[in-house]
Protein backbone atom coordinates (compact mmCIF):
# COMPACT_ATOMS: atom_id res chain seq x y z
CA UNK A 1 0.00 0.00 0.00
CA UNK A 2 1.10 3.38 -1.33
CA UNK A 3 1.84 6.00 1.59
CA UNK A 4 -1.07 8.76 1.40
CA UNK A 5 0.69 11.83 -0.54
CA UNK A 6 0.23 14.69 2.16
CA UNK A 7 1.29 18.14 1.38
CA UNK A 8 2.37 19.51 4.78
CA UNK A 9 1.88 22.79 4.37
CA UNK A 10 2.89 23.13 1.28
CA UNK A 11 1.56 26.21 -0.57
CA UNK A 12 -0.65 25.62 -4.07
CA UNK A 13 -1.54 28.36 -5.95
CA UNK A 14 -4.42 27.48 -8.41
CA UNK A 15 -6.20 29.08 -11.09
CA UNK A 16 -10.00 29.23 -12.07
CA UNK A 17 -10.72 27.54 -9.02
CA UNK A 18 -14.07 29.14 -8.20
CA UNK A 19 -15.83 26.11 -10.38
CA UNK A 20 -15.20 23.27 -11.98
CA UNK A 21 -12.02 21.54 -12.20
CA UNK A 22 -9.94 24.11 -10.27
CA UNK A 23 -12.26 23.66 -6.86
CA UNK A 24 -11.81 20.05 -7.12
CA UNK A 25 -7.92 20.42 -7.59
CA UNK A 26 -8.42 22.83 -4.81
CA UNK A 27 -10.46 20.41 -2.27
CA UNK A 28 -8.47 17.63 -2.64
CA UNK A 29 -5.20 19.04 -1.92
CA UNK A 30 -6.44 20.90 0.64
CA UNK A 31 -7.62 17.57 2.19
CA UNK A 32 -4.42 16.63 2.33
CA UNK A 33 -2.62 19.51 3.91
CA UNK A 34 -1.86 22.07 1.16
CA UNK A 35 -2.44 25.99 1.79
CA UNK A 36 -4.56 26.95 -1.10
CA UNK A 37 -4.80 30.41 -3.02
CA UNK A 38 -8.26 29.89 -4.66
CA UNK A 39 -7.84 32.43 -7.44
CA UNK A 40 -10.81 33.05 -9.59
CA UNK A 41 -12.01 36.59 -11.73
CA UNK A 42 -15.41 34.77 -11.49
CA UNK A 43 -16.28 35.45 -15.08
CA UNK A 44 -18.84 34.30 -17.02
CA UNK A 45 -17.66 31.46 -19.82
CA UNK A 46 -16.43 33.43 -22.29
CA UNK A 47 -14.59 35.65 -19.96
CA UNK A 48 -17.05 38.64 -19.69
CA UNK A 49 -17.79 39.81 -16.13
CA UNK A 50 -16.78 39.09 -12.63
CA UNK A 51 -18.06 37.60 -9.37
CA UNK A 52 -15.59 37.91 -6.36
CA UNK A 53 -18.10 35.54 -4.65
CA UNK A 54 -16.68 32.50 -6.28
CA UNK A 55 -13.38 32.58 -4.67
CA UNK A 56 -14.58 33.09 -1.54
CA UNK A 57 -17.09 30.56 -1.65
CA UNK A 58 -14.56 27.61 -2.45
CA UNK A 59 -12.57 28.80 0.25
CA UNK A 60 -14.94 28.80 2.54
CA UNK A 61 -15.35 25.64 1.48
CA UNK A 62 -12.12 24.47 2.29
CA UNK A 63 -11.84 26.40 5.67
CA UNK A 64 -15.22 24.82 6.81
CA UNK A 65 -13.48 21.30 6.07
CA UNK A 66 -10.64 22.25 8.16
CA UNK A 67 -8.47 23.26 5.44
CA UNK A 68 -6.57 26.58 4.99
CA UNK A 69 -7.25 28.97 2.18
CA UNK A 70 -7.24 32.54 0.99
CA UNK A 71 -9.50 33.81 -1.98
CA UNK A 72 -7.53 35.94 -5.12
CA UNK A 73 -9.86 37.95 -7.43
CA UNK A 74 -7.06 38.76 -9.95
CA UNK A 75 -7.12 38.60 -13.64
CA UNK A 76 -4.49 36.10 -14.80
CA UNK A 77 -4.61 38.03 -18.17
CA UNK A 78 -2.07 40.78 -17.17
CA UNK A 79 1.55 40.74 -16.08
CA UNK A 80 0.05 42.71 -13.05
CA UNK A 81 -2.87 40.10 -11.95
CA UNK A 82 -0.24 37.67 -12.17
CA UNK A 83 1.88 39.69 -9.91
CA UNK A 84 -0.76 40.32 -7.39
CA UNK A 85 -2.10 36.83 -7.12
CA UNK A 86 1.61 35.62 -6.24
CA UNK A 87 1.56 38.40 -3.68
CA UNK A 88 -1.59 36.75 -2.08
CA UNK A 89 0.40 33.71 -1.20
CA UNK A 90 3.39 35.28 -0.13
CA UNK A 91 1.37 37.16 2.23
CA UNK A 92 -1.17 35.06 3.45
CA UNK A 93 1.42 32.20 3.52
CA UNK A 94 5.15 33.21 3.32
CA UNK A 95 5.81 31.21 -0.01
CA UNK A 96 4.64 29.62 -2.81
CA UNK A 97 4.93 26.41 -4.26
CA UNK A 98 2.63 24.72 -6.57
CA UNK A 99 1.27 26.49 -9.51
CA UNK A 100 -2.04 24.97 -10.93
CA UNK A 101 -2.70 26.86 -14.41
CA UNK A 102 -6.32 26.21 -14.80
CA UNK A 103 -7.74 29.53 -15.52
CA UNK A 104 -9.83 29.38 -19.14
CA UNK A 105 -12.59 30.75 -21.16
CA UNK A 106 -13.72 29.55 -24.03
CA UNK A 107 -15.04 31.92 -27.68
CA UNK A 108 -15.87 28.67 -30.47
CA UNK A 109 -15.92 29.56 -33.76
CA UNK A 110 -15.19 28.36 -36.61
CA UNK A 111 -11.87 29.30 -38.40
CA UNK A 112 -13.47 31.17 -41.58
CA UNK A 113 -15.56 33.20 -39.14
CA UNK A 114 -12.85 33.70 -36.25
CA UNK A 115 -11.76 37.35 -35.47
CA UNK A 116 -9.18 39.00 -33.09
CA UNK A 117 -11.86 39.82 -30.54
CA UNK A 118 -12.25 35.71 -29.95
CA UNK A 119 -8.88 34.51 -30.43
CA UNK A 120 -7.10 37.65 -28.35
CA UNK A 121 -8.93 36.71 -25.14
CA UNK A 122 -8.26 33.14 -25.66
CA UNK A 123 -4.57 33.21 -25.87
CA UNK A 124 -4.69 36.28 -23.00
CA UNK A 125 -6.47 33.92 -20.42
CA UNK A 126 -5.10 29.92 -21.36
CA UNK A 127 -1.42 31.09 -22.59
CA UNK A 128 -0.55 34.44 -20.92
CA UNK A 129 -2.45 33.79 -17.76
CA UNK A 130 -0.15 30.43 -17.39
CA UNK A 131 2.80 32.93 -18.13
CA UNK A 132 2.23 35.80 -15.61
CA UNK A 133 1.22 33.53 -12.95
CA UNK A 134 4.60 31.29 -13.50
CA UNK A 135 6.99 34.00 -14.14
CA UNK A 136 6.03 36.00 -11.07
CA UNK A 137 6.24 32.34 -9.06
CA UNK A 138 9.38 31.06 -11.13
CA UNK A 139 11.98 33.49 -8.95
CA UNK A 140 10.44 32.15 -6.00
CA UNK A 141 10.50 28.61 -6.64
CA UNK A 142 14.12 28.85 -7.95
CA UNK A 143 15.23 30.53 -4.81
CA UNK A 144 13.93 27.74 -2.35
CA UNK A 145 15.17 25.11 -5.10
CA UNK A 146 11.51 23.73 -5.39
CA UNK A 147 8.69 24.04 -7.47
CA UNK A 148 5.40 21.88 -9.36
CA UNK A 149 3.96 23.67 -12.08
CA UNK A 150 0.98 22.00 -13.59
CA UNK A 151 -0.66 23.78 -16.54
CA UNK A 152 -4.06 22.12 -18.52
CA UNK A 153 -4.05 21.65 -22.00
CA UNK A 154 -6.55 19.89 -24.51
CA UNK A 155 -7.41 17.66 -27.00
CA UNK A 156 -8.61 20.22 -29.15
CA UNK A 157 -4.86 21.55 -29.08
CA UNK A 158 -2.96 18.25 -29.06
CA UNK A 159 -5.40 16.44 -31.60
CA UNK A 160 -7.28 19.27 -32.85
CA UNK A 161 -11.09 20.05 -32.63
CA UNK A 162 -13.29 22.06 -35.03
CA UNK A 163 -14.38 25.18 -34.07
CA UNK A 164 -11.50 25.99 -31.90
CA UNK A 165 -7.95 27.27 -33.41
CA UNK A 166 -8.29 29.80 -30.67
CA UNK A 167 -8.52 27.45 -27.80
CA UNK A 168 -6.42 24.92 -29.22
CA UNK A 169 -3.18 27.09 -30.50
CA UNK A 170 -3.12 28.23 -26.77
CA UNK A 171 -3.35 25.00 -25.47
CA UNK A 172 -1.03 23.38 -26.99
CA UNK A 173 1.32 26.22 -27.06
CA UNK A 174 1.32 25.53 -23.08
CA UNK A 175 2.40 22.11 -23.96
CA UNK A 176 5.97 23.70 -25.70
CA UNK A 177 6.01 26.12 -22.42
CA UNK A 178 6.06 23.63 -20.17
CA UNK A 179 8.57 21.29 -21.70
CA UNK A 180 11.29 24.43 -22.01
CA UNK A 181 10.45 25.01 -18.35
CA UNK A 182 10.68 20.86 -17.07
CA UNK A 183 14.55 21.45 -19.02
CA UNK A 184 15.34 24.94 -17.30
CA UNK A 185 13.67 23.81 -13.79
CA UNK A 186 15.59 20.63 -13.93
CA UNK A 187 19.00 22.07 -12.24
CA UNK A 188 16.73 24.22 -9.54
CA UNK A 189 14.14 20.58 -8.64
CA UNK A 190 11.23 22.66 -10.43
CA UNK A 191 9.21 20.21 -12.38
CA UNK A 192 6.39 21.25 -14.93
CA UNK A 193 3.82 18.51 -16.23
CA UNK A 194 0.92 19.21 -17.99
CA UNK A 195 -2.83 17.39 -18.47
CA UNK A 196 -5.15 17.48 -20.94
CA UNK A 197 -8.37 16.36 -19.34
CA UNK A 198 -11.49 15.90 -20.47
CA UNK A 199 -14.54 16.95 -17.54
CA UNK A 200 -17.93 18.12 -17.38
CA UNK A 201 -17.72 21.46 -16.51
CA UNK A 202 -19.83 24.93 -17.27
CA UNK A 203 -17.65 25.34 -20.09
CA UNK A 204 -17.65 21.73 -21.95
CA UNK A 205 -21.24 20.30 -20.43
CA UNK A 206 -22.98 21.80 -23.88
CA UNK A 207 -20.56 19.73 -25.79
CA UNK A 208 -20.11 16.81 -23.80
CA UNK A 209 -23.95 15.60 -23.76
CA UNK A 210 -24.37 12.51 -22.31
CA UNK A 211 -21.06 11.14 -21.87
CA UNK A 212 -21.06 14.35 -19.47
CA UNK A 213 -21.98 12.13 -16.24
CA UNK A 214 -18.97 9.55 -16.61
CA UNK A 215 -16.17 12.41 -16.35
CA UNK A 216 -16.94 14.61 -13.93
CA UNK A 217 -14.23 16.80 -12.43
CA UNK A 218 -13.21 14.73 -9.64
CA UNK A 219 -11.72 12.09 -11.78
CA UNK A 220 -9.32 14.65 -12.88
CA UNK A 221 -7.82 16.09 -9.54
CA UNK A 222 -5.75 13.17 -8.96
CA UNK A 223 -3.18 13.34 -11.49
CA UNK A 224 -2.97 17.05 -10.76
CA UNK A 225 -2.22 16.30 -6.53
CA UNK A 226 0.00 13.57 -8.00
CA UNK A 227 2.15 15.59 -10.30
CA UNK A 228 1.97 18.53 -7.52
CA UNK A 229 3.30 16.61 -5.16
CA UNK A 230 6.98 16.33 -4.11
CA UNK A 231 7.52 12.88 -4.66
CA UNK A 232 6.57 13.51 -7.97
CA UNK A 233 9.59 12.00 -10.39
CA UNK A 234 8.23 12.86 -14.07
CA UNK A 235 8.66 16.23 -16.15
CA UNK A 236 8.20 17.71 -18.85
CA UNK A 237 5.30 15.04 -19.68
CA UNK A 238 1.77 15.04 -20.56
CA UNK A 239 -1.23 13.35 -19.26
CA UNK A 240 -4.83 12.56 -21.01
CA UNK A 241 -6.87 12.32 -17.86
CA UNK A 242 -10.93 11.51 -18.13
CA UNK A 243 -13.34 9.27 -16.20
CA UNK A 244 -10.94 7.43 -13.95
CA UNK A 245 -8.60 6.81 -16.94
CA UNK A 246 -4.93 8.34 -16.85
CA UNK A 247 -2.73 8.12 -19.57
CA UNK A 248 0.59 9.74 -20.64
CA UNK A 249 0.48 11.27 -24.29
CA UNK A 250 4.06 11.70 -26.15
CA UNK A 251 5.85 13.28 -29.12
CA UNK A 252 7.43 10.54 -30.82
CA UNK A 253 9.81 10.35 -34.12
CA UNK A 254 10.24 7.82 -36.46
CA UNK A 255 13.76 6.90 -37.89
CA UNK A 256 12.40 9.01 -41.50
CA UNK A 257 14.09 8.71 -44.29
CA UNK A 258 17.97 10.10 -44.74
CA UNK A 259 19.64 11.07 -48.23
CA UNK A 260 22.19 13.59 -48.67
CA UNK A 261 21.23 14.75 -51.79
CA UNK A 262 17.42 14.86 -50.71
CA UNK A 263 15.46 16.30 -52.99
CA UNK A 264 11.31 16.84 -53.49
CA UNK A 265 11.66 14.16 -55.50
CA UNK A 266 13.46 11.76 -53.55
CA UNK A 267 10.65 12.23 -50.81
CA UNK A 268 7.61 11.94 -52.71
CA UNK A 269 9.58 8.21 -53.85
CA UNK A 270 10.05 7.37 -50.04
CA UNK A 271 7.19 8.82 -48.25
CA UNK A 272 6.22 5.22 -46.57
CA UNK A 273 10.09 5.88 -45.39
CA UNK A 274 9.43 9.36 -44.04
CA UNK A 275 6.39 8.50 -42.36
CA UNK A 276 7.08 5.17 -41.00
CA UNK A 277 5.85 5.20 -37.35
CA UNK A 278 7.49 1.93 -36.45
CA UNK A 279 11.05 2.13 -34.36
CA UNK A 280 10.04 5.71 -33.00
CA UNK A 281 12.02 7.27 -30.16
CA UNK A 282 10.52 9.82 -27.85
CA UNK A 283 12.75 12.67 -27.21
CA UNK A 284 12.87 14.27 -23.87
CA UNK A 285 14.12 17.80 -24.99
CA UNK A 286 14.99 19.02 -28.71
CA UNK A 287 18.88 18.42 -27.91
CA UNK A 288 17.78 14.65 -27.78
CA UNK A 289 15.89 15.09 -30.89
CA UNK A 290 19.07 16.62 -32.62
CA UNK A 291 21.26 13.76 -31.43
CA UNK A 292 18.37 11.28 -33.20
CA UNK A 293 19.40 13.80 -36.69
CA UNK A 294 22.90 13.20 -36.05
CA UNK A 295 22.70 9.04 -35.38
CA UNK A 296 20.92 9.14 -38.43
CA UNK A 297 23.52 11.07 -40.98
CA UNK A 298 26.15 9.12 -39.35
Not at 82 to 110: C, E, H, M, P, Y
Not at 211 to 234: K, N
Amino acid sequence: MTDALGFDGKVAIITGSGGGLGREHALMMAARGALIVVNDLGGAVDGTGSDKGAAERVGDEIRAAGGEAVADTNSVSTAEGGQAIVQTALDAFGRVDIVVNNAGILRDKSFHNMTPELWAPVVDVHLNGAYFVTSAAWPHMREQNYGRVISTASGAGIFGNFGQANYGAAKMALVGFSRVLAVEGASKNIKANVIAPVAKTRMTEDLLGPLGDQVEPRFVSPIVTYLAHETCEPTGRVFSVAGGRVAEIFIGEGPGYTDPDLSPESIAANWDAVTDQDGYEVPSQMADEIGMYLKHLS
